[in-house]
């Protein structure tokens, strides 16, 4: 067993295969943007249908990073319930991404549906699954939390989330109709292919040596050629790769895992997520289940298949899914694969101003889709038309997080030990 890319399911199922050759020679645009990514991708699309020159460079393939090993689930808001996102930000800001978050399916599905990605959506909702009955107090106040917001949400009893998932492992749950899945490196990958049709520039394999301000434009050298535009989008989160004269993202890296079956039988599939909601759970160590449009069940958690406690997360997922579903007790898994997540201090994304028209925007904290999205449309937006209160988030001129290194240690060590402890409580 591997996380090798190659046996990532979302590659080896991915119908979206745009041309992104690598850069070569010079090209001057009113929009450069550095990774291909979610973030990137939806800025590249919304600049390029505005009317705006547009050239994107990615360091490896379309989609390599997070956003092409992704869960997939289509999320309206952050990790965070939306008080604590007004106490850290204040109420007004806060108001501001709570509702930007909100509408971010929408946008989503929207984009998808306009652009005809071919992508496995399906919008029945999300399962915010309890792990534990103290997990479904946590549940109930962030039903009560969001419903005062007029949320299209509905909190489950035991029984109606057991029958709703299939699994007698949960407690409940909390149903978010806005929300949903898809298969993320092809939507990722339909995005470039519309913001190619719309006229962006789109180069994979080219990663950026130096970005630099040069009078009035950033430059931006590759090995092969160079990018001079009158703005600038960083949008390369937890895959960064370094180069000389602007700032990285600073954040914490984090590790989430997944394991796909084969495709289930028909009968399987009547007791199993018939309505093939997107899950996750309470616990303290998130783990995560959902279906693909093939049928194969996809069990996921925090962890680093390719650290120490890589045989412990493996041996932790097989049990899993016995455990969620005691039919598919000893099932093997076909597809394995690990994606890094940028986490913030407080769970809040960060948009840094890197100096005149330049952004970058990261740390989604295991929220890439909605967020990425709707910070990379509303980035480009806020660039090309010189007005910053178009952003979600109010720009910072630095972000800082401490002991990064030692926190990445802290969360690895943490998952690989509830993960051990597990197979011991059984």
Not at 385 to 398: I, Y
Request: one cysteine or more; charged letters at 20%; a negative charge.
């Amino acid at each position: 067993m591997t996380s090798d890319p190659l046996v990532n399911l979302w590659q080896a199922t991915c119908a979206e295969n745009p041309e992104a050759p690598a850069l070569e020679g010079d090209v001057a645009v009113d929009l450069a943007i550095v990774g291909g990514g979610f973030t990137g991708m939806a800025a590249a699309l919304g600049a390029a249908e505005a009317g705006a020159s547009v050239c994107l460079i990615e360091a490896r393939d379309i989609g390599h990073g997070g956003s092409g090993r992704n869960v997939g689930l289509v999320n309206a808001g952050l990790w965070l319930p939306p008080d604590d996102i007004e106490r850290t930000l204040g109420r007004q800001a806060g108001e501001c991404l709570i509702s930007e978050l909100a509408r971010a399916p929408e946008r989503v599905y929207s984009l998808i549906e306009r652009h005809a990605i071919a992508c496995e959506p399906v919008r029945n909702g999300t399962l915010h699954c309890a792990h534990s009955p103290a997990g479904y107090a946590d549940l109930q106040s962030r039903h009560a939390q969001q419903a005062a917001r007029g949320a299209p949400v509905a909190l489950l009893d035991a029984n109606e989330a057991r029958a709703r998932t299939g699994s007698p492992r949960v407690h409940g749950a909390l149903h978010d109709a806005r929300a949903g899945t898809v298969q993320p490196l092809a939507l990722c990958r339909g995005l470039a292919r519309a913001a190619l049709s719309a006229g962006a520039r789109i180069h994979g394999h080219t990663p950026a040596r130096s970005v630099a301000r040069d009078g009035d434009l950033w430059t931006i050298r590759t090995d092969a050629g160079t990018i001079r535009s009158k703005a600038l989008l960083l949008a390369t989160n937890a895959y960064h790769q370094p180069f000389a004269e602007v700032a990285p993202p600073h954040y914490v890296p984090v590790h989430f895992f997944q394991f796909a079956t084969a495709p289930l039988s028909a009968r399987q599939l009547e007791q199993i997520l018939p309505e093939k909601e997107g899950c996750w759970d309470t616990a303290l160590v998130m783990s995560s289940f959902r279906l693909d449009q093939a049928g194969r069940l996809i069990v996921g958690a925090m962890g680093n298949l390719d650290g120490p406690g890589g045989p412990v997360h493996a041996a932790w997922a097989r049990r899993m899914l016995g455990r969620l579903y005691p039919q598919l007790a000893g099932v093997a898994f076909e597809h394995t694969w690990c994606g890094r997540i940028a986490m913030t201090g407080d769970h809040i994304p960060r948009i840094v101003s890197l100096g005149p028209d330049a952004l970058s925007c990261y740390g989604y904290s295991g929220r890439g889709i909605g967020p990425g999205v709707t910070f990379g449309t509303l980035a480009a937006e806020a660039l090309l038309n010189d007005d910053m209160t178009l952003l979600p988030v109010k720009p910072v001129s630095a972000h800082d997080e401490t002991f990064t290194a030692a926190k990445e240690i802290y969360y690895e060590t943490g998952a690989t030990m509830i993960h051990a402890l597990a197979a011991r409580v059984g």
